[in-house]
């Protein structure tokens, strides 16, 4: 019903910045919340960030200030603008949509992100 779509992942050594985007299709509209989590190995899958579809946000303690998300409505994409990033932040990141109505969740495959040296 909703395909997501990432990009963005890579390698960046501490202290670089990385950009992921998650483009959205099929049945989208208005009220809705996308957002990013991320899984370290051997670690459960957290949330990093998350906007709905009327830009309100909400961040974990550990990327605040570092970390921006951000939308564009009419393209259906998400942004994750990683700034200052940390080897602590090495994880696979995945995008997820999710109706403000339903408990649904829509998942993008995955995107690497690796910080180090």
């Known amino acids: 019903q909703v395909q997501l779509v990432e990009s963005g992942g890579g390698l960046v050594q501490p202290g670089g910045s990385l950009r992921l985007s998650c483009a959205a299709s099929g049945s989208i509209f208005r009220g809705n919340v996308m957002g990013w989590y991320r899984q370290a190995p051997g670690s459960q899958r957290e949330l990093v960030a998350a906007?709905?579809?009327?830009?309100?946000?909400n961040y974990a303690d550990s990327v605040k200030g570092r970390f921006t998300i951000s939308r564009d409505n009419a393209k259906n994409t998400v942004y994750l603008q990683m700034n200052s990033l940390k080897p602590e932040d090495t994880a696979v990141y995945y995008c997820?949509?999710?109706?403000?109505?339903?408990?649904?969740?829509?998942w993008g495959q995955g995107t690497q992100v690796t910080v180090a040296s």
């Open positions: 906007i709905r579809s009327g830009g309100t946000t």
């Open positions: 997820n949509f999710k109706y403000l109505t339903s408990q649904n969740d829509y």
